[in-house]
Nanobody, 124 residues
């Protein structure tokens, strides 16, 4: 059984920073590629960033490139999303998701396990 629990969301002013954490329980977390998705009200749930099993390969959507950093600590079974220079348009519920394969995936259909989400609100 794989379980994902996000934390670190909150309210921040534009230009500020937040770090999200995703704690993953499961026997082979170190072999799972993991992604962060976000969903704003009335919009689709879209990938923001993803990381492969080792952490050596990452992917970012254009809108967060240079501002967000995804990383993982396999010893702690945790994936992080450091978000800097936040903008009001980053406001959304952020979800962590994992897939039982080594490589990155960019669509939500390719992910097997999901957390419950954490709210990020950026005020202008």
């Amino acid at each position: 059984q794989v379980r994902l629990v996000e934390s670190g969301g909150g309210l921040v002013q534009a230009g500020g920073s937040l770090r999200l954490s995703c704690a993953v329980s499961g026997p082979t977390f170190s072999l799972y590629a993991t992604g962060w998705f976000r969903q704003a009200p009335g919009k689709e749930r879209d990938l923001v960033a993803a990381i492969n099993w080792s952490g050596r390969s990452t992917y970012y959507v254009d809108s967060v490139e240079g501002r967000f950093t995804i990383s993982r600590d396999n010893a702690k079974n945790t994936v992080y999303l450091q978000m800097n220079s936040l903008k009001p348009e980053d406001t959304a519920v952020y979800y962590c998701a994992s897939r039982a394969t080594l490589a990155i995936a960019t669509t939500r259909e390719e992910y097997d396990y999901w957390g419950q989400g954490t709210q990020v609100t950026v005020s202008s």
